[in-house]
């Protein structure tokens, strides 16, 4: 196209001139393609009727008070709100995720699917060939439309506004402890008005005798205050 180009601006180079020209100039770069995900197709945002048929997982940022980024991993069970787990690390890759999900499965079983947006960490190779071959059904959600994963998005908001904004963490490992000890309050002893004010262990044990299967979750052990487990945390 070059070459055409200078023909019609009457310079008679052939094209070999032309192309040395062109490399030595540095024009020769690659074009950076914007790799196209394929048509997501849209599902309502329904709600199970029992555990491990959808699960919902994403990402969060946050950074230390020395400047490190980290970033977290959250999984729930769409069905009563409980949240699985929340890593922390520097990176997480797709392989990371794998193992988590690994562990949850060796402990809770696997769901039917799970829904996730169009992360790197999701949309990669090594993840699809994971989920088929446990028979998961990997469900993306529109790019730029975080509603239509909601469940998490509002598990998310949560976490933000309770742990990771109102405290100020030196290291990863004290971010993941005070995580941790949130986590078990948000299963076993926070209320949720979308579970009829319920947290979501109760709610699960109120209608075991209706599932089939064994769901083992985050179990409630001795009445226990936010205040006193963030104060074991910090000490």
């Not at 969060?60 to 929340?86: K, Q, W």
């Not at 209320?191 to 209706?210: C, I, N, Q, T």
């Amino acid at each position: 196209m070059m070459h055409s180009h200078m023909r019609n601006l009457n310079f008679l180079w052939n094209h070999k001139k032309v192309y040395r020209i062109y490399r030595e100039t540095g024009l020769n770069m690659r074009r950076k393609h914007k790799k196209r995900l394929p048509s997501r197709v849209v599902e309502p945002l329904l709600w199970p009727i029992q555990p491990n048929i959808t699960w919902s997982m994403d990402f969060m940022h946050d950074t230390l008070s020395n400047g490190v980024t980290f970033r977290t991993l959250n999984i729930i069970d769409d069905f009563n709100r409980e949240a699985f787990a929340i890593t922390m690390d520097t990176s997480l890759t797709g392989k990371r995720v794998i193992k988590e999900l690994n562990q949850l499965i060796a402990w809770r079983g696997a769901p039917q699917k799970i829904r996730v947006d169009n992360g790197p960490e999701f949309i990669c190779e090594v993840l699809e060939k994971w989920t088929h071959g446990h028979k998961i059904d990997l469900k993306f959600i529109e790019p730029g439309k975080p509603h239509q994963n909601g469940y998490i998005e509002r598990f998310n908001r949560s976490f933000r506004e309770e742990v990771l904004d109102a405290y100020s963490f030196n290291r990863i490992r004290e971010a993941q402890a005070m995580a941790h000890a949130w986590l078990w309050i948000y299963n076993n002893l926070r209320p949720h008005s979308s579970l009829g004010y319920k947290p979501p262990v109760a709610f699960l044990d109120e209608r075991r005798k209706g599932l089939r299967g064994a769901f083992p979750s985050f179990v409630q052990y001795a009445e226990q205050s936010w205040e006193l487990l963030v104060s074991n945390v910090i000490n």
